[in-house]
C-alpha cells in the first residue's frame, strides 16, 4: 500500500491510507529526513510529490518518535486530501481517544485541533462539551480504579461482532470457565486497588444459567466497597429475564446495559439476532422496572439500514427513557464476519445519522459525556455516549481516559496499570483462548498480583 523509510510506523502510514481509500490504483512512496531538529517528509502518489518541513526539539527518545511519527502522518494526510479533493471530519487524527489528547493539550487544545491537524468546528466543539461534562467525574488520582469481569459467551454471533466469544449452547467450557473465574476475582487485590467502579460485559453475561450467574456476581460483590456503580451488560432482550433482573437487584449491581443496536426487525434478522424490536422494548421496560439505569447502545450505519431507520432507533430510544445511549459508527473489526465481506465500510447518510443523534439526544436532554474512535470506521467517525444529567457512567469515563487502574479479569483480559506522574501505563493481558485461560489460571494469578503488588 505505501513504501516508506520509516518501517517503524509504517502501520500508522496505512491507516492513514485506509481513511481515504482500500489503496487501489494508488503508488504512494514515503520519505522522512532529519537534520537538527528540522524535519523533511516527502510523499509521491501516483507521481506528484508533497512536501511538508517542520521543527521540534524534543525532551526524550519517546518525545522524539511521537512527533516524528506525527510529522509523517501529517503530510501523508495532507496528500491524500489533495489528491482526493476532500478533508475529513476528524482530520489527520487517527487516535482512539481525542478527548483524551485535548485534555493533555490543555488550553491549546482548540487551535492546535483546528490549524495543526484539520479537525472540523463541529468536531472540536463535541470534544469541548464532552471536557466540559467530565469536570465533575474525572479523577487524577490514578490510584482508584474501574474493575472489569469479562464473560465471553453469547446466544449467537451477530454479523459485527469481533469480540472473543462463544455461543452459550455450543461451548463445552461455561462451567469450567466460571470456576476459573471465581477464583481469579478472589485473588484480587481490591483493597489495595480502591475499586469506585465495577462493569460485567462480555459476550453476553446473563446467558449464563441463573446459578453461575449469581456465583460470579457474589464473588464480585464479596471483593468490593458497598454502593458502588456496579455495571451488568445484559445486552440481548432474548436472555434478560425475571431471574436474572432478581440475581443483579439482590447482588447491588446498579446499572444494567440493553443493546438493541437497531429497533428495525429486518436488520436484527440480518445481523443475526434472534428477537424483535418489541422483544427489546419489552425487557427495557423490564429492566427499568427494577429501578436501575439504563444504558443503551445503538448503531449507526448497520448494513440496509436508512436514514429513517437510524432515525427511528434513535427515538424509540429516547422514548424509553434511556439514562445512557452509546452511539456506535459501524467498524470493520478483525474476526467479524462483516470483515470478511467487504475491505472498506461505505454507508449511504452516514454523517447524517451520526448529526441526528446528536441534535435529537441534545434536545431530548442528554449531554455528550465520553467519546472513543475505532480504526475502520464508517467515515472515520466516533462514538459518543450521552447521558442525562447525573447518569453518567463513571466507568466509561475512567477508562476511556486512562485516568485510572484498570484491573480486568477473564479470557482476553487487559488490565492496567497508571503511572500518573511517569506519563506511563503498563498493560497486563490475559490468554484469548477459553480453554488455554481455564488451563493457565494459577499463573495468571500470580503474574496479576505481581503486576499490582
Given at each position: 500500500m505505501i513504501e516508506t523509510n520509516r518501517q517503524d510506523y509504517k502501520k500508522e502510514l496505512e491507516e492513514v491510507v485506509y481513511m481515504f481509500s482500500t489503496g487501489e490504483g494508488l503508488e504512494i512512496t514515503h520519505t522522512q529526513t532529519e537534520?537538527?531538529?528540522?524535519?523533511?517528509?516527502?510523499?509521491?502518489?501516483?507521481?506528484?510529490?508533497?512536501?511538508?518541513?517542520?521543527?521540534h526539539t524534543y525532551t526524550d527518545f519517546l518525545d522524539k518518535k511521537r512527533y516524528e511519527k506525527r510529522f509523517s502522518k501529517l503530510c501523508l494526510y495532507g496528500a491524500l486530501s489533495n489528491h482526493f479533493g476532500i478533508t475529513l471530519k476528524w482530520g489527520a487524527l487517527t487516535g482512539i481517544r481525542p478527548v483524551k489528547m485535548a485534555r493533555d493539550l490543555g488550553e491549546n487544545f482548540e487551535s492546535e485541533f483546528s490549524s495543526v491537524f484539520g479537525v472540523s468546528d463541529k468536531k472540536i466543539k463535541l470534544v469541548k462539551e464532552i471536557l466540559q461534562v467530565q469536570e465533575k467525574i474525572y479523577d487524577k488520582n490514578s490510584e482508584k480504579s474501574g474493575l472489569f469481569i469479562g464473560i465471553p459467551f453469547c446466544p449467537s454471533r451477530c454479523l459485527y461482532c469481533s469480540f472473543i466469544s462463544e455461543e452459550i449452547g455450543k461451548s463445552k467450557y461455561a462451567t469450567e470457565y466460571k470456576n476459573a473465574l471465581i477464583k481469579e476475582i478472589k485473588a484480587l487485590p481490591c483493597s489495595a486497588l480502591n475499586v469506585r467502579s465495577v462493569y460485567v460485559g462480555g459476550g453476553t453475561p446473563v446467558c449464563l444459567s441463573d446459578d453461575d450467574f449469581r456465583e460470579i456476581l457474589s464473588a464480585v460483590k464479596d471483593i468490593i466497597p458497598p454502593n458502588i456503580e456496579f455495571t451488568v451488560e445484559a445486552g440481548r432482550p432474548d436472555v434478560i429475564t425475571r431471574e436474572k433482573l432478581q440475581i443483579m437487584k439482590e447482588l447491588g449491581v446498579t446499572r444494567v446495559c440493553v443493546n438493541p443496536q437497531t429497533f428495525s426487525d429486518k436488520t436484527l434478522k440480518l445481523i443475526g439476532r434472534?428477537?424483535?424490536?418489541?422483544?427489546?422494548?419489552?425487557?427495557?421496560?423490564?429492566?427499568?422496572?427494577?429501578?436501575?439505569?439504563?444504558?443503551?447502545?445503538?448503531?449507526?450505519?448497520?448494513?440496509?439500514?436508512?436514514?429513517?431507520?437510524?432515525?427511528?432507533?434513535?427515538?424509540?430510544?429516547?422514548?424509553?427513557?434511556?439514562?445512557?445511549?452509546?452511539?456506535?459508527?459501524?467498524?470493520?473489526?478483525?474476526?467479524?464476519?462483516?470483515?470478511?465481506?467487504?475491505?472498506?465500510?461505505?454507508?449511504?447518510?452516514?454523517d447524517q445519522m451520526i448529526d441526528y443523534s446528536y441534535t435529537a439526544l441534545k434536545k431530548a436532554?442528554?449531554?455528550?459525556?465520553?467519546?472513543?474512535?475505532?480504526?475502520y470506521a464508517a467515515e472515520n467517525l466516533e462514538n459518543v455516549g450521552y447521558a442525562k444529567p447525573n447518569t453518567e457512567c463513571i466507568y466509561n469515563v475512567d477508562i476511556m481516559e486512562e485516568n485510572s487502574n484498570n484491573p480486568a479479569c477473564g479470557a482476553n483480559a487487559v488490565s492496567k496499570r497508571i503511572y500518573a506522574s511517569e506519563n506511563r501505563i503498563e498493560r497486563y493481558g490475559t490468554p484469548k483462548d477459553i480453554k488455554t485461560y481455564i488451563e493457565k489460571i494459577d499463573k495468571i494469578i500470580d503474574e496479576k498480583n505481581k503486576f499490582f503488588g
Open positions: 537534520n537538527n531538529g528540522e524535519y523533511l517528509d516527502t510523499v509521491t502518489i501516483n507521481g506528484k510529490v508533497y512536501n511538508a518541513k517542520n521543527q434472534k428477537h424483535t424490536a418489541s422483544d427489546v422494548i419489552e425487557k427495557f421496560n423490564l429492566v427499568k422496572s427494577y429501578g436501575f439505569l439504563v444504558n443503551c447502545d445503538v448503531i449507526a450505519g448497520l448494513t440496509g439500514e436508512s436514514f429513517e431507520d437510524f432515525q427511528n432507533t434513535i427515538d424509540t430510544a429516547i422514548s424509553l427513557d434511556a439514562d445512557n445511549i452509546t452511539v456506535h459508527t459501524l467498524c470493520l473489526k478483525k474476526g467479524a464476519k462483516l470483515k470478511t465481506e467487504t475491505d472498506r465500510l461505505k454507508v449511504d447518510f452516514i436532554g442528554y449531554m455528550p459525556y465520553y467519546m472513543y474512535r475505532q480504526k
